[in-house]
T-cell receptor, first 113, second 110 residues
Framework: GQQLNQSPQSMFIQEGEDVSMNCTSS?????WLWYKQDPGEGPVLLIA?????ELTSNGRLAAQFGITRKDSFLNISASIPSDVGIYFC?????????????FGTGTRLTIIP | KAGVTQTPRYLIKTRGQQVTLSCSPI?????VSWYQQTPGQGLQFLFE???????NKGNFPGRFSGRQFSNSRSEMNVSTLELGDSALYLC?????????FGPGTRLTVT
């Protein structure tokens, strides 16, 4: 099945560092969503983006919807231990009530003590 | 509001058996989607139901089926289980295209 290209695949950072990850697609989407998944749990919605060029913040998180509609970026500032987990982007083409999400391959974030 | 609930959380089945998984969406949400998550293939869309009708379907064999009831609760069925069906099965309910996931059902096929 189709997956979006997400990078980096993994990140090892120290507490307090900023984090950046991105997601690219060969096709356009009109909605981008970013999720975080902890082990044994379902993904939790962090940020939703609806408009090309849109920049949205949620606390220490900020995400942007690329102007080409084929990419998106997520930034986490001043990382803390609870940021550890796997981050997924998801694209959605919401025409005719289409709810299908196409997910990225994930970015695993680890904080080095 | 209570979140999306899925039952059971864990399940062990034998090859050839069938299984039914259940999902209760967030109150008021009419769309329910199902996804399969495996280490190799990641998160893959199975199907979506809206008002008891399948509105969209992913690229899975016919052994995977689902349905939705009038109260928006949904069930997913997998018949003739194969080893490769071992996965975390996630259900998501949505409002205004924002999908909220349940904790998943971990299915192990032996």
């Amino acid at each position: 099945g189709q997956q979006l290209n997400q990078s980096p695949q993994s990140m090892f950072i120290q507490e307090g560092e900023d984090v950046s990850m991105n997601c690219t697609s060969s096709s356009i989407f009109n909605t981008w969503l970013w999720y975080k998944q902890d082990p044994g749990e379902g993904p939790v919605l962090l940020i939703a983006l609806y408009k090309a060029g849109e920049l949205t913040s949620n606390g220490r998180l900020a995400a942007q919807f690329g102007i080409t509609r084929k990419d998106s970026f997520l930034n986490i500032s001043a990382s803390i231990p609870s940021d550890v987990g796997i981050y997924f982007c998801a694209g959605q083409l919401t025409n005719f009530g289409n709810e299908k999400l196409t997910f990225g391959t994930g970015t695993r974030l680890t904080i080095i003590p | 509001k209570a979140g999306v609930t899925q039952t059971p959380r864990y399940l062990i089945k034998t090859r050839g058996q069938q299984v039914t998984l259940s999902c209760s969406p967030i109150s008021g949400h009419r769309s329910v989607s199902w996804y399969q998550q495996t280490p190799g293939q990641g998160l893959q869309f199975l199907f979506e139901y809206f008002s008891e009708t399948q509105r969209n379907k992913g690229n899975f064999p016919g052994r995977f089926s689902g349905r939705q009831f009038s109260n928006s609760r949904s069930e997913m069925n997998v018949s003739t289980l194969e080893l490769g069906d071992s996965a975390l099965y996630l259900c998501a309910s949505s409002e205004n295209y924002e999908q909220y996931f349940g904790p998943g059902t971990r299915l192990t096929v032996t």
